[in-house]
C-alpha cells in the first residue's frame, strides 16, 4: 500500500498543485542517493515545502489538514478526527502485514474478519449525520482522505468488502466523486500493480530484453514510468 496516497488524494482535492519525486527501489536500498541516510526514521514518504521538512505519513496529512483548515473546527472534532485516523491506521497496519507477509495463507480468515474491523467505521459514520456527511462534522477532514485510501484497498482486496455496509459504500461513492479528487482517485494504483512493477523492473534489470516479446506488458511498464498517475515507489513529496 502507498504510504503517500492519502497525502495525494488530500492535495488533489483541497486543489493544492504540488511536484513529486520518484525514488527508485534500487537507489533506496543501494544507497545511491542520501536519502535513506537523511530520513529521520529511515522511511518514506517525505514533504518539503521549502526549507521545512516532514517525515511520516500520517504526521504530514495532519500537518496538511492544519493548512488547509481540515482538522476539526474546534478541539473536541480534532481529537475525533485523530481518533479516526488512529483507527484507520490500525486498519492500514492488518493489512500491511497481509499483502507483504501473509498473503498466501491468511487472505482467506483476513477478509473473514474484515466485518469486525469495519463495523467501527459504520458506526463512526452513522453517529454524525447518519452517515450522510463525514466522519467528523460537516466538513471533510485529513481522516477521511485516510479512510477512503484503505477502503479502496480493501475493495481492491475483495470487491464485496463493503457489502454488509450501506453507510461505507455510499461513502466511498460520494467522497471519490468530488470533482478535484474523483481524477486522481480514478487512477490510483493498486497493491498487485506495486507487486508486479517491481518483479517487471527486477526481470529487465536481469535481463533488458525480457519483455520483448509481450508488447503489452513493456508498454504498461513504460507508462508507469514516464506517465503515472501515481508513483510505484516509495515517494518524495515537496511543497506547493
Request: proline share 5%; with cysteine.
Amino acid at each position: 500500500p502507498a504510504r503517500a496516497e492519502p497525502i495525494r488524494l488530500l492535495l488533489a482535492d483541497q486543489g493544492a498543485s504540488w511536484t513529486e519525486d520518484e525514488v527508485q527501489l534500487a537507489d533506496w536500498w543501494s544507497g545511491k542517493t542520501d536519502l535513506k541516510k537523511k530520513a529521520v526514521f529511515g522511511q518514506l514518504p517525505r514533504f518539503q515545502h521549502g526549507d521545512f521538512v516532514l517525515y511520516q505519513s500520517n504526521t504530514i496529512l495532519r500537518y496538511l489538514g492544519r493548512v488547509h483548515g481540515i482538522s476539526g473546527s474546534n478541539n473536541q472534532e480534532s481529537a475525533l478526527i485523530d481518533m479516526v485516523n488512529d483507527g484507520v491506521e490500525d486498519l492500514r497496519q492488518k493489512y500491511s502485514r497481509l499483502i507483504f507477509i501473509e498473503y498466501e495463507t491468511g487472505k482467506e480468515k483476513y477478509i473473514a474478519d474484515l466485518p469486525n474491523q469495519l463495523s467501527a467505521f459504520e458506526r463512526i459514520l452513522s453517529n454524525n449525520s447518519n452517515g450522510t456527511k463525514f466522519v467528523v462534522g460537516d466538513k471533510i477532514s485529513y481522516a477521511d482522505y485516510n479512510l477512503l485510501d484503505i477502503l479502496h484497498c480493501h475493495l481492491d482486496l475483495d470487491p464485496k468488502s463493503l457489502a454488509m455496509f450501506p453507510l461505507l459504500s455510499a461513502y466511498v461513492e460520494r467522497i471519490a466523486s468530488r470533482p478535484t479528487g474523483s481524477t486522481i482517485i480514478k487512477y490510483t494504483i493498486t497493491y498487485a500493480d506495486y507487486n508486479l512493477l517491481d518483479t517487471l523492473q527486477c526481470n529487465l534489470d536481469l535481463s533488458p530484453t525480457c519483455l520483448s516479446t509481450y508488447p503489452l506488458l513493456s508498454t504498461w511498464t513504460f507508462l508507469q514510468h514516464v506517465c503515472p498517475p501515481t508513483l510505484y515507489c516509495p515517494a518524495m513529496l515537496n511543497g506547493y
